[in-house]
């Protein structure tokens, strides 16, 4: 990974420090003291000096296992199964992994596709079943075992172990920023929906793909992207940021080696599946080709508009319309997500100066989420490592992160709700949640792209001169294309065309 440090400077000398370059860290630490001063940053010190044992990035791993800790306890009141008297809902502990555990099959001992269908990509299913089959045979073994819970555990220690390693990425990544990790780290979201599902599979893939790009290996990084996205999709769409920075810095060689390697990844994971088990397979497909607007997304957020607006209740609102007419929503959601990645593009082609990929990368994500038809709880997770990586400034970041949580209190009033037919909340709350967490993530989207338009005001760009996850990008000019494509031109009164 190119740092491109400038000669005679030690990388020592150039760590961030948030209480400093921060405008809110530097706001509250006015509280204790003001920003650090140059003897505890050890600015003037020489390289090797420093030999304290709790370094930023030590202290950064460790809150990360705190964080992960603390979500266990969290969720710990559902570990033995026993969900009586709606306790997951009631103690906020309700995780997929325990759930499914039953209703895959996996308590049984079936194999995922081979002997029942499951609702997640291949590498995810693979997954549950190289975890949940070895328990299944140990209770066999010893029916004293709770087998749920042995199963849960081992799936939150290898979930937590993969959360750690992102962690470890993002520091490997921003080494002369290594307190950005801590908004992963410190991050609420992560102490409510760690092991809510099976989303940090993908999330570690992912970092350690962008961390292969950034190392300048774009094979192995369109592997470790291709897996990524076998387990859940939205990786994948980190391939097209890649493209179109390296189409403006003429390296479209390295982004294709990416392209290909992933497809072929990708392929290669599902093929046995799919050709062994074709309707098996297929069911994730099916369920996402089927499935009606979820909760708490932009269209949840419309029908609820069209109930208040709507006055002749035999009349379909136009969200309740495409709610009853799904191939029509599947193909409206993805036409505007369609728009926002070329939107995307062409931002990222006419931008003053080339963008990170970080910032692209986190633009199309969260693009995928606002007009998605489902937006579930820990969905979260996987804006947190390009948020961190994109725009590592706490106030926004904190601004979303509560109403985040808002937003999963709210959820589960709506579950428990639904449970005992006796609303905990009126559906105004749960949609006004919904509406912070989407608004938010929106805010974080503009200030990404204020920051393309304006370099300067990039905070990544004030420690590093270009772009640290690029890769081979890193350093390199635009192409000549770019260059002339980008510049205007005015007519002069002879009717020549001047390029300005």
């Not at 990524?228 to 920075?245: E, S």
């Not at 037919?421 to 709350?429: I, L």
């Not at 200030?447 to 270009?466: C, G, K, S």
Request: hydrophobic share 50%.
């Amino acid at each position: 990974m190119s740092t491109q440090s400038t000669p005679g400077i030690d990388e020592a000398e150039t760590i961030d420090h948030p209480s400093r370059s921060d405008g809110f860290v530097r706001g509250i630490s006015a509280a204790i003291g003001g920003p650090l001063g140059d003897h505890a940053t050890a600015l003037n010190r020489p390289a090797g000096r420093e030999r304290r044992f709790w370094t930023a990035v030590r202290i950064v791993l460790a809150l990360t296992c705190l964080t992960l800790a603390l979500h266990w306890v969290q969720k710990s009141p559902c570990q033995d199964g026993a969900w009586q008297n709606n306790v997951q809902y009631t103690r906020f502990c309700y995780t997929d992994v325990l759930a499914l555990y039953y209703a895959e099959g996996l308590n049984e001992g079936k194999v995922p596709y081979r002997d029942h269908p499951v609702e997640y990509p291949v590498l995810t299913g693979y997954f549950m079943g190289a975890l949940g089959l070895p328990v299944h045979a140990i209770g066999e073994g010893d029916p004293s075992i709770n087998q749920g819970q042995w199963f849960y555990n081992l799936n939150a220690l290898v979930l937590g172990a993969l959360a750690v390693a992102t962690v470890a990425v993002i520091l490997a990544l921003r080494r002369r920023r290594p307190w950005d990790a801590a908004l992963f780290a410190l991050a609420p979201a992560l102490v409510l929906t760690a092991t809510v599902n099976w989303d940090l599979l993908a999330i570690g893939l992912a970092a350690f793909g962008l961390l292969a790009w950034a190392r300048k290996r774009p094979a192995l990084a369109g592997v470790l992207l291709g897996l990524a996205g076998a387990a859940k999709l939205w990786p994948l769409f980190l391939l097209g940021p890649i493209l179109i920075l390296a189409l403006r810095a003429d390296r479209v060689r390295a982004a294709l080696t990416a392209i290909g390697t992933a497809i072929v990844a990708v392929v290669l994971v599902n093929l046995p599946a799919a050709r062994a088990y074709p309707e098996n397979w297929d069911r994730f497909f099916e369920l996402n080709t089927t499935r009606p607007i979820d909760w708490g997304t932009l269209w949840y957020i419309g029908r609820y508009l069209d109930g208040k607006v709507g006055n002749d209740p035999a009349k379909l609102g136009p969200f309740e319309w495409l709610n009853a007419n799904i191939p029509t929503l599947n193909t409206l959601s993805y036409a505007l997500f369609g728009l926002a990645c070329l939107g995307v593009a062409v931002l990222a082609l006419r931008a003053p100066r080339r963008p990170r990929l970080a910032q692209l990368g986190f633009l199309v994500v969260a693009a995928f989420l606002i007009f998605s038809k489902v937006w579930s709880q820990q969905f979260v997770l996987w804006l947190l490592p390009l948020v961190v990586l994109a725009r590592p400034k706490w106030g926004a970041f904190l601004a979303w992160q509560i109403a985040e949580v808002c937003y999963f209190v709210a959820f589960y009033g709506e579950l428990l709700g639904a449970a005992t037919s006796r609303p905990v909340f009126p559906e105004g709350v749960f949609v006004l949640a919904s509406t912070l967490r989407l608004a938010t993530v929106v805010v974080l989207c503009g200030f990404v792209v204020r920051e393309i338009l304006h370099p300067e005001q990039d905070a990544v760009r004030a420690t590093y001169p270009d772009d640290p996850d690029g890769g081979v990008l890193d350093g390199a000019p635009d192409a000549p294309w770019i260059d002339r494509w980008r510049r205007p031109t005015r007519t002069e009164p002879s009717g020549e065309l001047i390029t300005t």
